[in-house]
């Protein structure tokens, strides 16, 4: 179910989900404290608002210390999938000009196997990570080919045997991107730290529920206020969480921009 739940925030626009789980964090705050409220009298809350206030500051550091280590985590995590996505398109144009240096036919059959695939990343790949729903097959094959391609080549001189042999070290440093990305793309956070999450906010809000606040309105607006600040965090960690789903993906830019470049570039046959 909690799976279902973020999967369904991070398929929403980020306004409305963030609209959603800050609302939701404060509707359910201020009803657990109406829960207490009537099992709790007032005037036994009261009396210990000093121990409440202090053993809510200390609840309240280790909680925010933990929110502060998943959101950076999560917000590396991010970073790194991005720079996984750079990096595998600045291997494919490397590829491809390096390419120049080979004699044809298989130059140009090497340069069309990689334009296929930055095409293939585009228009088949990328939605298919949106959805949730990886799909490669496409683009190992088209790599495998290239590779065959390349390796069966018999140079006749030193230049070229050593611009096969950088090739070669090349595309297998694009084998190890590219399963990078679809590693990120399936990887979650473990059940673990979604329950210290979940179980962390829960108790930091009935902290909030022990002090007695003389008018039960403003104790509503302020327990409110905190648990929408606690949901708040909360959507951005489930938001970054999955790095190429709803609209903070990661971008498929660098790829388009190569694709541009190999449509506006045009190489002289050997």
């Known amino acids: 179910m909690l799976y279902e739940l973020t ?41 210990h608002n000093d121990v409440a206030g202090f ?15 998943i959101a950076v985590a999560v917000w590396q995590g991010f970073g790194h999938a991005d720079t996984l996505v750079q990096t595998e398109a600045n291997l494919v144009g490397d590829l491809y000009r390096d390419t120049i240096g080979l004699p044809e036919p298989l130059a140009s059959k090497l340069r069309h196997s990689l334009y296929v695939y930055a095409e293939t990343v585009v228009q088949e ?20 080919t290239f590779h065959l391609d390349l390796v069966q080549l018999h140079p006749q001189d030193l230049g070229t045997a050593s611009l096969q042999a950088g090739m070669v070290r090349s595309l297998n440093e694009l084998y190890d991107t590219r399963r990078g990305r679809f590693r990120v793309a399936a990887a979650d956070m473990p059940a673990i730290l979604w329950w210290n999450l979940l179980a962390g906010a829960a108790i930091l809000m009935v902290f909030t529920y022990l002090f007695g606040v003389p008018h039960l309105f403003m104790h509503a607006a302020m327990v409110g ?46």
């Open 125 to 144: 790949e990328w939605p298919a990570l949106a959805a949730g729903q990886p799909e490669d097959a496409a683009g190992w094959q088209l790599l495998d």
């Open 55 to 69: 053993t809510l500051a200390v609840a309240g550091v280790i909680y925010a210390v933990l929110l502060a280590f």
């Open 225 to 270: 206020l905190v648990g929408a600040s606690i949901g708040l965090v909360l959507v951005m960690i489930v938001l970054l969480n999955q790095p190429f789903r709803g609209e903070n993906h990661v971008s498929v830019e660098p790829f388009n921009a190569l694709v541009r470049a190999v449509e506006t570039t045009s190489y002289p046959h050997n």
């Open 7 to 47: 999967t369904w925030l991070s398929g929403l626009p980020t306004t409305l989900a963030t609209l959603i789980a800050m609302s939701g964090s404060a509707i359910l705050s201020a009803l657990g404290l109406l829960v207490v409220h009537s099992i709790v009298p007032h005037r036994l809350r009261s009396v």
